[in-house]
Every structure is written in structure tokens, then in C-alpha cells.
């Protein structure tokens, strides 16, 4: 699981770092800036995850076929993948165009939102190479050959810092919005070559008739829109707390989207070991060792509550040094710190829930997370928190309670199902 999980948890840090960098060298130009690359990520997050989600169905039929020795399944089900991954960007472009307008309407400090659509905008022109991107990334690692991934976004790092370095000072936010677009580009080239090199076929015969059957595409969707639902249920949801933020003093926006940001950054580490764990449950399945499938599963859950448990210690003990990274104004430095002890109790819920719902996947179940994800966020922790930061005046803290409600009934609805489900196939393959 380590030996898997590793680079795949280096690449998604890599992932995170891109969004850290952009706030830190934005950062200079004030909370404002802040403020606006956060609500210009939180709004295309919620669309362009939903496509990253709609392909998660790769994880689980490259896996399954990979563990049942069936190479050429797995080429047939990435070349679904792409032609998927080039149908859903093209729409999620039109709804993503269509949305930014909106955001002067939605009560967000305008001093925020005059930057916040155009950085929008720009950004939705890197959904197409980022679902192709991921196409590739999610065979690779089924295939058990993650550290090419690692590579690309590395290379993506490289880019969009030096862009950054580049276009920031002569255009303000909306170069950093150009320098992530070049970077995304980047590293889908970056990985195209290297499936070339390895894996001449897939490119070769993709346009192959048993690649395009509209079975298989039926099959993704399937498998992959409760996937989708679910991350732009929770995406949503933290973009729900963004943009209700904006409403409040620029200073405690600031201080969201900067805590925001560091608890993302932690959660990519369970994030990496989520996706190991459903490739490593899904390759089980596909030998047929259900039992093997169920240990798998176990382990990912165990590493990822691990790590969680110990970043949550970091961030309660260590706020304001943390925050000094990002800025020292004092008021958003104040609020801040607070966010983070705050954060901190939720770190080991968020690893519980995500690293459940990975092997959950690889074993062929998305519903169930996409239900336990609505009623957390949606019935219990974003009305709750709204009512504590608006009702009850308790400002961002409020929200931030809300939002580790959701987590923790998220996580105890999605372990129960899975123990569950392990203990009763078990049973069933004992008997």
C-alpha cells in the first residue's frame, strides 16, 4: 500500500502546492487578492471536479481488470476515458463561462469579485487538458506505474512558479490564472509522451471500435457520476462557505481561504492513499480474493486516520507559526489561528471519510458515499453553520463548526457501511 500510495500522495501534494503558490506570490497585493484567487478556485473546483469525479469509474474497472491480467481491457477502458473526459469538458466549459457573470449578484465584497471572473474565466480553459490529464493518471495508477504522475505534476509546479514569477507583476492576479492554464497543459503533454513511449497502443488504436462502444461509456457514467456528485457535493460545500465569507470583513476572508488552503494541502495526503487504496481493494476483486480486497481496504483507512491524527496535533499546537507563511497582517493573523485550532479537530474525520470512500470505490460502490456526502453537508453541516455565523454571529467560526459536523457524520455513515459490507463478505467467503 506505502510502496503505491507514496507517489501518488507526492502528486497530489504537488497538486496542492500549485494553489499554495499562487496565494503566497498573489499574497503581496493584499487580502483582496487572496480573497479573489479563493472564490476563482472555489467556483471552478465545484465544475471542473464533478468531471474529474465523472471519471473515477477508470479507478475501478482498470484496477479490476489489471488484477484479473486482462491488459487489453485496460487500454480499452482508458480510450473510454478520454473520449468521456473530451465530451464532459466541453460542456463543463459552457456551464463554467456561464456561471461567473453571477458572482457580482451573489453579495461578494466587490473589491473581490472584479478579479475573482476574469481569474475564473481563464481557468476554465485548462478543463479539457486537466480530464485528459487525468485519464492518464488514473490508468497509470491502476496499472500499478504512479510515478510518472509525480513527474508531470512536478513539472506543472516548475511552470506555473516561474509563470507566476513572470506574469504577476505586470498583470496582477489574472497572470497567475494564465500561468496555472500553461502549467495544466504542461503536464498533460508531459504524461501523453510518456503513455507514447511506454504504451504505443492506446494512442495507436484509439479510435478502436471496442474502445468506443457505448456500453463502456454507459458503464464510466455509471460507475462514475455518483463519484462526481459526491465530490461536487463536498467541493460545493466548502465553496458554499467561501463565497458566504465573502460576505463577511475582507480579514476573515483571508483567513478561510488561508486555512482553507492549509487543510486541503493535509487532505491530499489521504486523498493519495484513498486512490491507492481503491486500486489496491479493485486489483483484489478482479483475482478474486475478497478477503485480501477487505485487509487492503483496513490498511488505506488505518494510514490515512494516522496521518490525519498527527497533522490535526501540528495545527492545534502550532498555529501562528503556520500562519506566518502566508502574511502577518495582525487581524487576519488573529482570526486565522483560531480557524486552525478549529481545523485541527476535524483533520482525522476528513482522512477517515475520504480514504472510506476510495476503497469503497475500488470495489465497485460510488453510491454510497454520494448519499452519505449530501445529508453530512447538505441536511446537517452547511445549515448549521450558517446559522452559527449569521443567527448566532459567531462570524467564520461558525461555519467552520458546521462544516466539522458534516465531516464526522460523513465518516461514521461511510465506516459502518464499509465494515459491514468487509464483514459480511467475509462471512460469506468463509462459508
Known sequence: M???????????????AMGIVDIVMVGWIGPAAIGSVGIGHALFDAIGLFGIGLLAGLDTRVSQSFGAREEAECDHW????????TIASVILMALTWISTPLLHTWGINPEVAVEAAPYTRILTLSLLPLLLFSSLRRYLQAINIPKPVMFAIGVANILNAVGNWILIPRMGVIGSAWSTLGARIGMFLFLAVFVWITHPQVWRHLFEKASLAADRLRNLVRLGLPAAVQITVEILAFASATLLAGKLRIEELAAHQITLTLAATTFMVPLGISLAGAVRVGQAIGADDLEDARRRGWTAIGLAAAFMACSGLVMALFPHQILNWFMHDPKTHEIGARLLRLAALFQLFDGLQISTTGVLRGAGDTVTAMYAHIAAYWVFGLPFGYWLCFSRHWGIEGLWMGLTIGLIIAAAVLLTHWWRRGHVHTKSVQG
Open 2 to 16: 506505502v510502496s503505491l500510495a507514496a507517489p501518488v500522495v507526492t502528486a497530489e501534494l504537488g497538486w496542492m
Open 78 to 85: 482508458l480510450r473510454s476515458g478520454l473520449v468521456l473526459a
